[in-house]
Structure formats: structure tokens, C-alpha cells
């Protein structure tokens, strides 16, 4: 069983061009939060954005255009509730248009609810919500891609509250024990759950011996550090090797707007017109000390 014959991912983007995407992507998001009358999970979208933006635009093989083509990457968001970070990701990829998203998230029989649900949303693999449950439905996904000769990756992002879940290191076991190279999890470890800070509640670490423990290949870096993440993906073994990898992703809840960031106040909340002028000057002053660390 060899590579896929379609390359993963369209890799001809930049790294500055992807965190210039991202920075777009956390402002979309935060527009959204501000004319959206009801609670965002802001804190983990913003989390997340960093690694979407990754995955969407550089890494995942995927054609919006032509969603039945058996060698596309399948993607689970395991984390469900970051669902408007992943369709807002998406939609700057071209899978449909951010106005939709704007126009009628949450609303009843809209098509981006909450969380994801792959019967309302063509592009969306699998519809998550319940933690704990995404990454093993990615598990039985590369499991049947492996049984039918495919080469295509199963890519899923899981919070990392979530595997203080027992079906979390269930998947992981009988992804080893399956030898599921094709399988990659990213974990955005943001270390906080929705009311207290993780170690507060789960003794986590050491988080990467865990992984390690169940023999999977284990790599480490910081995610909201753009040439990071297009290292890790870059590095992937190839589908058909015998270790499934976790990618684990250091990163902050709230990333780029202060006053969200490590505050357990904003792992959801709404945005109203003054709130929303203060975070997008705290996110225009932070990519701009970004910008200014990257000349130097």
C-alpha cells in the first residue's frame, strides 16, 4: 500500500501567507461572535484558529469542488464545539461563503449549528458535539480506509479535555494496535476546560508520555507557531507506516485577544459593539508585534 497519488495537501502556501490567513480567520470569528446574539465558544475557536488554517490551507487534500473523490482527506473536528472556526476555515477555502455562515448560524434548520452535522453541511465528514466521540469515529474511518486499499489521511482535532476521556485512549489503543498510519490527531492543548484549568480537574501530564505509552509517534510543538505546524505536517510519515501520530499543539485559549486570553470567562460569550472594538484592536496589535518579531 503506497502513498496516495494526490498530494497531501495543496502545500504551495507560504508561511506568511498562512498566518496571514489565520489573522483573518480570528477576525471573522470575531465579527461573528459580535453580531451573533447568542453564546460562541470564542476561547477555543481562537485556540483552534492557528491549526485550521494549517490544516484547510495547507494541509488537508481536498477539493471543495469535487467532495465524492474517494482520495480526499476526511477531517473530524472531535472538538465540535469549535465548529465556527472550522466553517469559517472552510469557507475561506471555498466551500461555501462566510456571508451564509453570518446570515444564519444557530437559527433553526440552519446549516451551521453549534456543532457540526454532515447531513445539513456538504464538506463536513462527520457530525461531532459529544466529546470524546470525533477521534474514535476517525479511528473506525481509517480503519475501513485501510480495509479497502485506500491511501488517503483521516485527520481529526481533538481538545485536549476531551481525552480525559476513556474513549479517547480506547481509539488510541486499537488505533496502534491496527497499525492506522494513516490516522494523524492534533490536539490543541489549550489547558482549560470549561470551568477550571486542566490540571485542576485531570492530572494530564506528561501528556506526551501518555501518547508515547500507546505507540503512537509523538510530536510537540507550538501551535500558534505557523512554520511549526507546516514542519509537523510536512513530516508526516507516509500513510502506509505502522504508527498512527499525534500532533500535539501548545497553545492558548483565547490566542490573540488579551482579554480573553487564559480567561475561563471566555471559553463561550457574546460580543457587543464596544467589546468587539476592544478585541480587534488587541488582535491588530498583537499580529502587528508578530509582524515586527518576524523582521527582526
Not at 500500500?1 to 470569528?29: I, P, W, Y
Not at 508515547?212 to 500558534?224: E, K, R
Amino acid at each position: 500500500m503506497g502513498q496516495s497519488s494526490l498530494k497531501f495537501g495543496s502545500g504551495t502556501r507560504s508561511v506568511e501567507e498562512l498566518e496571514d490567513l489565520a489573522f483573518e480567520l480570528r477576525s471573522k470569528l470575531l465579527h461573528l461572535c459580535g453580531t451573533y446574539e447568542g453564546a460562541v465558544h470564542i476561547g477555543g475557536d481562537l485556540s483552534a484558529a492557528d491549526i485550521l488554517t494549517a490544516l484547510y490551507e495547507y494541509g488537508l487534500n481536498v477539493d471543495p469542488s469535487d467532495l465524492s473523490n474517494p482520495e480526499r482527506d476526511r477531517f473530524v473536528l472531535s472538538k465540535g464545539h469549535a465548529a465556527v472556526c472550522m466553517y469559517i476555515a472552510m469557507a475561506m477555502r471555498g466551500f461555501f461563503s462566510y456571508e451564509g455562515i453570518v446570515e444564519t448560524y444557530g437559527q433553526l434548520d440552519s446549516a451551521y449549528g453549534m456543532h457540526p452535522c454532515k447531513v445539513q453541511l456538504p464538506g463536513v465528514e462527520c457530525s461531532t458535539g459529544s466529546l470524546g466521540h470525533g477521534m474514535p469515529l476517525a479511528v473506525g474511518m481509517a480503519l475501513s480506509a485501510r480495509g479497502r486499499g485506500e491511501t488517503h489521511r483521516v485527520v481529526s482535532l481533538v481538545g485536549d479535555g476531551e481525552t480525559g476521556e476513556g474513549s479517547i485512549w480506547e481509539a488510541a489503543m486499537a488505533a496502534r494496535s491496527n497499525e492506522l498510519g494513516n490516522l494523524v490527531v492534533f490536539v490543541d492543548r489549550n489547558r482549560q476546560l470549561m470551568t477550571s484549568f486542566a490540571e485542576e480537574r485531570v492530572a494530564f501530564e506528561p501528556y506526551p508520555d501518555k501518547w508515547a505509552a500507546f505507540g503512537w509517534n509523538v510530536v510537540t510543538i507550538d501551535g500558534h507557531d505557523m512554520a511549526q505546524l507546516v514542519g509537523a505536517i510536512d513530516a508526516l510519515p507516509a500513510t502506509d507506516s505502522t504508527r498512527p501520530t499525534v500532533v500535539i499543539c501548545e497553545t492558548v485559549k483565547g490566542k490573540g485577544v488579551d482579554f480573553m486570553e487564559h480567561n475561563l470567562a471566555w471559553h463561550a460569550g457574546s460580543l457587543g459593539a464596544a467589546d468587539l472594538e476592544r478585541a480587534m484592536e488587541s488582535l491588530e496589535a498583537s499580529r502587528g508585534k508578530n509582524k515586527n518579531k518576524e523582521s527582526v
